[in-house]
């Protein structure tokens, strides 16, 4: 990656989050990221679970340098990016790093500045945050011009889901905010479980979120993260595969920074008699 400044920043950041862990966030962060690759898109992730990143470990990759020496000076950002499937550009975190838990204000003026670049050079910079609402994460979900929230159907992970939407609209009460509901068992699960959020934050928040679509409960999930490869290149035909490219074509869809946001995403029908709508690549609705 060219680090130089003059560029002007041109790719969508896109923060994905979680409020509880064990949802499956970083596998979608992957998955998203390969199937965003795959349509021919120029993808980046920064691994942002600061001091316990895992993106480069559920990749099979080895990261000799982290964001630790960037931030710290020490190194460039051309040589702590690594190469994953599809050719993304991933900048890991660092394992185990006591120092990154707690960023200075100069640090985070630094890693914005790392992120604007980064995102300049790339149609796509997916930032996975921690799981939780630390002080950490929510100054990246304000960076991020979009943020996406991965829940599951258990009533912990919705609950978590929404203290993640009361916190961020506080903070930023125009931040758009997606919603992406992982290993529902069909369409209707997760339009429940997506109704349950919206109304929630509707009536108590006075703000809406857009549901982007759910991702189906696939057995083949746990054997790609054992292969350490995205499901979308190891099992292409899954039932999550498929899901995880609905989704994607469903977020490029978005508009360039600085445009009106997601245009192919749709409420769920009220009645919970219809699904989602497909992505634009026509795979089957009951996927996302």
Not at 268 to 281: E, H, K, Q
Request: contains cysteine; aromatic residues 4%; glycine residues 10%.
């Amino acid at each position: 990656m060219n680090t130089s400044t003059t560029e002007t920043p041109r790719g969508s950041i896109i923060a994905i989050t979680s409020g509880k862990g064990g949802v499956g966030k970083t596998n979608v962060v992957i998955n998203l990221a390969t199937a965003l690759a795959r349509l021919g898109h120029r993808v980046g992730i920064l691994d942002a679970d600061f001091g316990l990143g895992n993106i480069d470990v559920m990749l099979g990759l080895t990261a000799p340098f982290h964001l630790g020496h960037l931030l710290a000076g020490e190194r460039d950002l051309e040589e702590i990016v690594v190469e994953g499937p599809m050719g993304i550009r991933i900048i890991p975190a660092g394992t185990g790093i006591r120092a990154l838990t707690a960023l200075t204000p100069e640090q985070w003026k630094r890693l914005e500045a790392i992120i604007r670049r980064a995102s300049s050079m790339l149609d796509f910079l997916l930032i996975d945050t921690a799981a939780g609402i630390s002080d950490n994460v929510v100054e990246l979900l304000l960076i991020a011009e979009r943020v996406v929230v991965i829940t599951s159907l258990e009533p912990t992970a919705v609950v978590d889901a929404y203290a993640v939407v009361k916190i961020l609209t506080a903070a930023d009460p125009k931040k758009e905010i997606g919603l992406v509901i992982n290993a529902s068992r069909d369409a209707d699960e997760a339009a429940l479980a997506f109704r349950q959020l919206e109304i929630a934050s509707s009536r108590f928040l006075s703000r809406g979120l857009k549901y982007l679509g759910f991702v189906v409960q696939d057995p083949a999930v746990r054997e790609s993260v054992l292969a350490q490869r995205p499901i979308v290149d190891h099992l292409p035909q899954s039932p999550a595969s498929r899901c995880f490219r609905i989704l994607a074509s469903r977020i490029s869809g978005t508009a360039p920074a600085g445009g009106t946001g997601l245009r192919l995403a749709r409420r769920p029908d009220t009645s919970l008699d219809a699904p989602p709508d497909a992505g634009s690549d026509g795979e089957p609705p009951q996927c996302a």
